[in-house]
């Protein structure tokens, strides 16, 4: 007949430790806290590393803001430019088709004048409506209407000067044609000014010829 210790049967192992049955020793309630209080936390890193990139995406903003912004106001200022010299053209093709149906030279340049009111021409720049006749294979200016202050401006040049830029239109004697020819003074309306101004140093010219 075997010996038992009194209660043995009963008595369950320790807790964490291998018993009778298999049991597996379980890591002290107490010791698994304090190593998850002494584990290293990754959300500080992630924080700093996200402050970093913001921070950097901000500097590339600030620089790349003023570039769209000298892109944005030069097209706008080209538009505005462009926009006057269509109109130039405009009054240069009706004063010119005016004038070759036999219309006075002078009413030719009122009427100029008067429709180029929209892009105030009167205050801002001229007209001048020139007459070229051909003679002994020459063509000269033989008459002119101007607006006061740009009479010595035309590049068909004065009365009675020959004019060299038509030997290729291939004139014959007799044969007159009218010239207008209209100038403005372009003011810039953005703070691209200065470039506008050094681009265009003499303004805007437009010549029609009929």
Same mark, same amino acid.
């Given at each position: 007949?075997?010996?038992?210790?009194?209660?043995?049967?009963?008595?369950?192992?320790?807790? =964490?430790?291998?018993?009778?049955? $298999? +049991? &597996?020793?379980?890591?002290?309630?107490?010791?698994?806290?304090? #190593?998850?209080? !002494?584990?290293?936390?990754?959300?500080?890193?992630?924080?700093?590393?996200?402050?970093?990139?913001?921070?950097?995406?901000?500097?590339?903003?600030?620089?790349?803001?003023?570039?769209?912004?000298?892109?944005?106001?030069?097209?706008?200022?080209?538009?505005?430019?462009?926009?006057?010299?269509?109109?130039?053209?405009?009054?240069?093709?009706?004063?010119?088709?005016?004038?070759?149906?036999?219309?006075?030279?002078?009413?030719?340049?009122?009427?100029?004048?008067?429709?180029?009111?929209?892009? =105030?021409?009167?205050?801002?720049? $001229? +007209? &001048?409506?020139?007459?070229?006749?051909?003679?002994?294979?020459? #063509?000269?200016? !033989?008459?002119?209407?101007?607006?006061?202050?740009?009479?010595?401006?035309?590049?068909?040049?004065?009365?009675?000067?020959?004019?060299?830029?038509?030997?290729?239109?291939?004139?014959?004697?007799?044969?007159?044609?009218?010239?207008?020819?209209?100038?403005?003074?372009?003011?810039?309306?953005?703070?691209?000014?200065?470039?506008?101004?050094?681009?265009?140093?003499?303004?805007?010219?437009?010549?029609?010829?009929?």
């Amino acid at each position: 007949m075997s010996r038992t210790s009194p209660n043995s049967a009963d008595t369950p192992p320790p807790t =964490g430790e291998r018993g009778t049955q $298999g +049991t &597996v020793r379980d890591a002290p309630t107490g010791a698994g806290r304090r #190593a998850d209080a !002494v584990r290293p936390s990754s959300r500080p890193v992630f924080r700093f590393v996200f402050r970093s990139e913001e921070g950097q995406s901000l500097v590339e903003l600030s620089m790349v803001i003023p570039l769209l912004l000298i892109i944005f106001l030069g097209l706008l200022e080209a538009a505005n430019a462009y926009d006057r010299q269509h109109v130039m053209a405009s009054l240069t093709r009706e004063g010119a088709n005016m004038a070759s149906r036999g219309a006075e030279l002078a009413d030719v340049e009122s009427l100029v004048e008067a429709n180029g009111a929209q892009i =105030g021409l009167g205050e801002r720049g $001229g +007209t &001048v409506v020139s007459r070229v006749w051909v003679d002994k294979g020459t #063509a000269q200016v !033989v008459a002119q209407q101007a607006t006061p202050g740009y009479l010595g401006l035309s590049q068909m040049g004065a009365i009675g000067d020959p004019v060299a830029q038509f030997d290729d239109l291939g004139l014959v004697d007799g044969h007159n044609v009218h010239v207008v020819e209209v100038f403005f003074d372009y003011e810039p309306f953005t703070p691209l000014g200065a470039f506008v101004e050094a681009a265009v140093p003499e303004g805007l010219y437009s010549r029609a010829v009929f």
